[in-house]
């Protein structure tokens, strides 16, 4: 009741109803004043909050009714034609195994992969149902089919932020078909045997100075994984802006 009365004071609730008393006494007729009056004297005196145990009951009921409507939703969505759908009996409320992909990805993928022995399985991803796919020919299908009203494709729980609503991985329907048909011309035989010769340069560069750095601490261990980003990123850039591209 003190946070109560503490609220009151700094907005002013009470001289604000005070006004719209004395406003509604002037303009209101005495009858239509009169049922007012009546109906307020009903109300009750005072309305007092419930207590901080009651509100983390409640708080802790509505939680686990969340969860357990959660859990029966994954279970209905794996049932399938005959046969359920590979993947986790149960999965960690509201977060899904978005924690274990985070922590050790290696150990999710590989589990997720045993899942998915006929090429699908599923998975929730922070509260979204996610179906992983590995067979070459329910790929393919998935790709014909994806549109906003059968199966959107998903990269990543941050995607979008990264690379933007609008790129082409979340596109769909005619537009993205429209979009996907003007880069058809960048992978023809021709233009495929441009790449390779230029990214078998860079990668020919960047292998001799590995082998130079080796040499100068011999029998040490290197780290390649910087190494290696490094060069991907050379040969991605040698293909896209050719030769204007620089170290930096």
Known sequence: MLFISQLDEALGLSLQLNNLSNLLTTCLPAEQMALLSEAAAKLP?????????????????ALLALAVLEQVKYQFGRMGKGRRLPGPSYTVPFLGS??????DPHAFWER????STPGLSWNSIVTKFTVMVTDPATIRHC?????????????HP????????????????????????????LFTRRALSMYVEQQDRVIREYMDRWMTAQDAQPGQPMEVRDMVRDMNCATSQRVFIGELGTQQ
Request: no cysteine.
């Open 98 to 103: 978005i924690v274990e992909m985070v922590q």
């Open 143 to 155: 790709f014909n089919h994806n549109s906003k009203d059968t199966l959107l494709l998903d990269l």
């Open 45 to 61: 005196r005072s309305l007092t909050m419930p207590s901080s145990g009651m509100l983390l009951v409640w708080s802790l009921a």
């Open 112 to 115: 997720q992969r045993d899942y």
């Open 158 to 185: 941050n995607a979008k932020m990264i690379l933007g609503t609008r790129n082409i991985a979340f596109m769909h329907g005619p537009e993205h078909k429209a979009l996907r048909k003007s880069f058809l011309a």
